[in-house]
């Protein structure tokens, strides 16, 4: 996996947006959360990179490249994450289950490649961001927490407001999209971004690892509420719907934490 960070960039395509875990509208509402609890210095140094562009703009970008080359095989497997029957996902499960394709095993290599970043082009470190802006907040959507004795992925069909629909793909986006009505990110951030200072420190606390098993302990207890054939309408969808948003406003939290620690640090690069 070592060199696939420098291969990310190489391959710039526009493409149509195949949105999964969490649709555009859950990616999009986790990273303008995780903006707005950016301090100033990891802001600062992220916007190097980004020129300032809103994080929310990057957090569809690993689905929309999923199927395509080369991405499918560089990014192969970033999208979920498996636990074990304790929820726990340490990097032996993690290589057993996954061959080490996952999230957590993701975040750990980013991590690592961007302790060092200096030795990195500007480009290649804007194609991290854009990964870990996904990466995170899709190990919270329950249809992409695996475990090792249920793949717990929701390939079955159901009827969904009327219409047969995978059940994976309503964790991917039915819920959020039709929860509220609300279509815009910035909106729904300012109704989920309510935690306290101790609610975010304590929803924050730990690292990448941590926060997943945190989401599987959540996502576990639900794993076969739902069976082929169910008829699940909008009364589903409110009972659902704090759940969920509690996942995406966590993971928003969870990935400012995460981009604080890798960019907190860095200090500005010397003009020419
Ligand atoms: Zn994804």
């Not at 690292?207 to 639900?222: C, I, L, M, N």
């Amino acid at each position: 996996m070592k060199r696939i960070i420098f291969l990310l960039f190489t391959f710039v395509t526009l493409l149509p947006l195949n949105a999964f875990g969490w649709g555009r509208l859950g990616h999009y509402t986790a990273a303008e959360i995780a903006e707005r609890h950016l301090t100033p210095e990891a802001k600062r140094n992220i916007e190097r990179y980004t020129n300032g562009t809103p994080l929310a703009e990057y957090a569809v970008w690993m689905d929309v490249v999923a199927k395509t080359e080369p991405y499918k095989h560089l990014l192969r497997g970033w999208h979920a994450t498996i636990a074990d029957t304790r929820c726990k996902s340490p990097k032996k499960v993690r290589d057993e289950y996954r061959d080490g394709r996952d999230g957590i095993s993701a975040m750990e290599y980013f991590t690592e490649e961007l302790r060092n970043r200096e030795r990195l082009s500007d480009s290649v470190v804007l194609a991290a961001i854009k990964c870990i802006v996904h990466i995170i907040p899709d190990f919270h959507c329950p249809a992409h927490v695996r475990f090792t004795d249920y793949k717990n992925s929701g390939d079955f069909k159901v009827m969904f407001y009327g219409k047969k629909t995978k059940f994976h793909k309503i964790w991917d986006s039915g819920v959020i999209s039709r929860g509220r009505g609300i279509k815009d990110h910035k909106k729904y951030a300012d109704m989920l971004d309510t935690y306290s200072k101790r609610e975010i420190a304590r929803a924050t606390k730990g690292g990448p690892q941590q926060w997943f098993e945190d989401a599987a302990r959540k996502v576990r207890p639900t794993m076969y509420s739902v069976k082929a054939g169910d008829t699940l309408d909008e009364k589903w969808v409110k009972e659902v719907l704090p759940f969920g948003e509690q996942l995406v406003t966590e993971s928003g939290y969870r990935l400012a934490k995460a981009l604080n620690t890798l960019f907190g640090n860095e200090k500005p690069k010397k003009s020419k």
